[in-house]
């Protein structure tokens, strides 16, 4: 499909270092609202004169700060300086292997050094464009690697690089983490020795944690199991977290190991690594939450199908209720190549949209009826159907497509909840220009609509002040409506219970496309701001 604008997307970003107002153009932006929204994004795609990374995932990372504060808006960018930021930068060519872009010779090594890595490609890169997480108080810019930076909440410096491996015991780690309400972070991972393994870790808060080593201390591991697939495992991006269970999927998607353990002499990127089966569909693993221990029923889904973010996840009469974005398959990631992007178009043969999973969590299958729908819930169309040893999932659907970056009101995570927000990226049906609310009880949408031809950001909500007993929609919702470079960047502040906007702040300097973030609140903010080992 035509995408206009999209090219004028896809340009080199400038940093800036110091805050810099926004001028508000309509509107106010309410006083309470006090905080900064952190973003990352890819952002710089060519390197030196004659080199361009391959996919937008490739891009070099930024970091954007709009911090809002007595009725102000203020914005600031600044590169991560990752290893794979500054050799790539001074080298004008990608040193470590990217989405879709394979690795080159790093001049800095000696010979033998570079013979061992092209053999055990063990360097993973730190490019951390795709999210920023807040864990036990300090801010960190994450992509799918154990390798995080610690990001400075005031100056947006990058304080250092954190592997993951050393405290979760992971070679590999969704950057979806999720926050509990006590404070406790749940994550999804991958170990590769002695086989392909999904490990679910535990971080305990640590509220005094003064550097990044001290962010993720205490890691508990809750489950270790092994891929279905013996020289493989499934791509996985985000997972499910109830008041009582843990739920995560293993997807047709899968990272083959003979690819990636020769992706470096072969000259490969890790979308290379990857093969789509859809002769295969969905396992869903359900754990109790308290001891990681599995539910023994086996779960499959009866359509295969690729998924990204999970947009909640609740308890109902026994039965666990997994909404999430999918897509019959993963045309996306072929989509965001930058050759086809730059030609204003997008090739996504699989559009996503809202879909439910009801898992009846069946501790004795020997129990459950055969051949009988075991959902008794009225809020979804989705069964579950016992077949011998296994149960059948099929899935429900929500109306219209293209629905992507979902966000809800963080009190209602892992709970019964109403309404869910999405944007569509870079879409053009439904989602448009738009940012969607979904009522999931009437299943219905209710659209804001920018100008046409510009792109809102993944939506941020923030709830109003005023405690346990304030409507499930009443707050904000915060989105940077890009112009694609033929009208101002801005910001904008839409009320979420009627989706219309409460203020709209204009910016000089331009905003890149940013993925996906993290909104922090003022008095929690002095917490990442350097400390110990900045």
């Given at each position: 499909?035509?995408?206009?604008?999209?090219?004028?997307?896809?340009?080199?970003?400038?940093?800036?270092?110091?805050?810099?107002?926004?001028?508000?153009?309509?509107?106010?932006?309410?006083?309470?609202?006090?905080?900064?929204?952190?973003?990352?994004?890819?952002?710089?795609?060519?390197?030196?004169?004659?080199?361009?990374?391959?996919?937008?995932?490739?891009?070099?990372?930024?970091?954007?700060?709009?911090?809002?504060?007595?009725?102000?808006?203020?914005?600031?960018?600044?590169?991560?300086?990752?290893?794979?930021?500054?050799?790539?930068?001074?080298?004008?060519?990608?040193?470590?292997?990217?989405?879709?872009?394979?690795?080159?010779?790093?001049?800095?090594?000696?010979?033998?050094?570079?013979?061992?890595?092209?053999?055990?490609?063990?360097?993973?890169?730190?490019?951390?464009?795709?999210?920023?997480?807040?864990?036990?108080?300090?801010?960190?810019?994450?992509?799918?690697?154990?390798?995080?930076?610690?990001?400075?909440?005031?100056?947006?410096?990058?304080?250092?690089?954190?592997?993951?491996?050393?405290?979760?015991?992971?070679?590999?780690?969704?950057?979806?983490?999720?926050?509990?309400?006590?404070?406790?972070?749940?994550?999804?991972?991958?170990?590769?020795?002695?086989?392909?393994?999904?490990?679910?870790?535990?971080?305990?808060?640590a509220p005094a944690a003064a550097n990044g080593k001290q962010a993720f201390a205490g890691a508990q591991r809750l489950l270790s199991m092994p891929s279905s697939w013996t020289t493989a495992y499934s791509?996985?991006?985000?997972?499910?977290?109830?008041?009582?269970?843990?739920?995560?999927?293993?997807?047709?998607?899968?990272?083959?190991?003979?690819?990636?353990?020769?992706?470096?002499?072969?000259?490969?990127?890790?979308?290379?690594?990857?093969?789509?089966?859809?002769?295969?569909?969905?396992?869903?693993?359900?754990?109790?939450?308290?001891?990681?221990?599995?539910?023994?029923?086996?779960?499959?889904?009866?359509?295969?199908?690729?998924?990204?973010?999970?947009?909640?996840?609740?308890?109902?009469?026994?039965?666990?209720?997994?909404?999430?974005?999918?897509s019959e398959g993963p045309s996306v990631m072929e989509a965001y190549f930058l050759d086809k992007l730059r030609e204003g178009k997008l090739y996504n043969e699989h559009t996503m949209r809202v879909t439910?999973?009801?898992?009846?969590?069946?501790?004795?299958?020997?129990?459950?009826?055969?051949?009988?729908?075991?959902?008794?819930?009225?809020?979804?169309?989705?069964?579950?159907?016992?077949?011998?040893?296994?149960?059948?999932?099929?899935?429900?659907?929500?109306?219209?497509?293209?629905?992507?970056?979902?966000?809800?009101?963080?009190?209602?995570?892992?709970?019964?909840?109403?309404?869910?927000?999405?944007?569509?990226?870079?879409?053009?049906?439904?989602?448009?220009?738009?940012?969607?609310?979904?009522?999931?009880?009437?299943?219905?949408?209710?659209?804001?609509?920018?100008?046409?031809?510009?792109?809102?950001?993944?939506?941020?909500?923030?709830?109003?002040?005023?405690?346990?007993?304030?409507?499930?929609?009443?707050?904000?919702?915060?989105?940077?409506?890009?112009?694609?470079?033929?009208?101002?960047?801005?910001?904008?502040?839409?009320?979420?219970?009627?989706?219309?906007?409460?203020?709209?702040?204009?910016?000089?300097?331009?905003?890149?496309?940013?993925?996906?973030?993290?909104?922090?609140?003022?008095?929690?903010?002095?917490?990442?701001?350097?400390?110990?080992?900045?």
């Amino acid at each position: 499909m035509d995408v206009p604008g999209l090219p004028e997307l896809l340009y080199d970003a400038e940093e800036q270092l110091e805050p810099t107002p926004g001028r508000t153009v309509s509107g106010e932006v309410p006083c309470w609202l006090s905080g900064s929204l952190y973003q990352s994004g890819p952002a710089k795609f060519q390197l030196g004169d004659g080199f361009s990374v391959n996919h937008w995932f490739d891009g070099l990372a930024m970091v954007c700060k709009f911090a809002l504060s007595d009725g102000q808006v203020t914005l600031q960018k600044r590169f991560v300086q990752s290893d794979a930021y500054k050799k790539a930068t001074k080298y004008n060519k990608t040193i470590y292997t990217e989405f879709g872009t394979r690795a080159h010779t790093d001049p800095s090594r000696g010979f033998f050094s570079r013979l061992v890595s092209s053999i055990l490609p063990t360097d993973m890169t730190d490019n951390n464009f795709n999210n920023v997480i807040h864990v036990n108080g300090q801010l960190f810019a994450a992509c799918e690697t154990t390798l995080v930076s610690r990001i400075d909440a005031s100056t947006l410096e990058t304080l250092e690089k954190v592997d993951l491996s050393q405290s979760l015991g992971v070679n590999l780690c969704c950057s979806h983490p999720v926050t509990d309400r006590d404070g406790s972070v749940y994550t999804l991972g991958v170990t590769f020795i002695p086989g392909f393994r999904y490990q679910v870790n535990r971080i305990p808060p640590a509220p005094a944690a003064a550097n990044g080593k001290q962010a993720f201390a205490g890691a508990q591991r809750l489950l270790s199991m092994p891929s279905s697939w013996t020289t493989a495992y499934s791509y996985y991006h985000s997972f499910g977290v109830t008041d009582s269970y843990i739920v995560f999927l293993e997807l047709p998607l899968l990272l083959v190991l003979s690819k990636v353990m020769t992706m470096v002499v072969k000259g490969r990127a890790l979308k290379d690594c990857i093969e789509w089966h859809p002769e295969h569909r969905v396992k869903v693993h359900v754990l109790h939450k308290a001891d990681g221990k599995l539910v023994k029923t086996k779960y499959i889904t009866d359509v295969p199908f690729f998924q990204t973010h999970v947009c909640n996840a609740f308890e109902e009469d026994g039965t666990v209720m997994l909404d999430m974005i999918t897509s019959e398959g993963p045309s996306v990631m072929e989509a965001y190549f930058l050759d086809k992007l730059r030609e204003g178009k997008l090739y996504n043969e699989h559009t996503m949209r809202v879909t439910r999973l009801a898992i009846p969590v069946l501790e004795d299958l020997k129990t459950a009826p055969e051949n009988v729908n075991l959902v008794g819930s009225d809020s979804t169309r989705a069964q579950a159907v016992r077949r011998g040893d296994t149960v059948t999932l099929s899935l429900d659907l929500f109306p219209e497509e293209g629905a992507e970056y979902p966000t809800i009101n963080p009190a209602v995570r892992g709970r019964p909840y109403r309404y869910l927000y999405a944007t569509g990226g870079f879409e053009q049906g439904p989602f448009r220009s738009a940012v969607g609310k979904l009522d999931t009880h009437s299943r219905t949408w209710q659209f804001w609509r920018g100008e046409e031809g510009t792109f809102p950001s993944e939506a941020t909500f923030v709830a109003r002040p005023g405690g346990s007993g304030a409507a499930e929609d009443a707050g904000v919702l915060l989105t940077a409506l890009l112009g694609a470079g033929r009208r101002p960047d801005r910001f904008m502040v839409l009320d979420a219970g009627q989706m219309e906007p409460l203020a709209c702040v204009e910016f000089q300097s331009r905003v890149p496309v940013m993925v996906h973030g993290t909104w922090v609140p003022t008095e929690s903010t002095h917490e990442a701001d350097g400390g110990e080992g900045k």
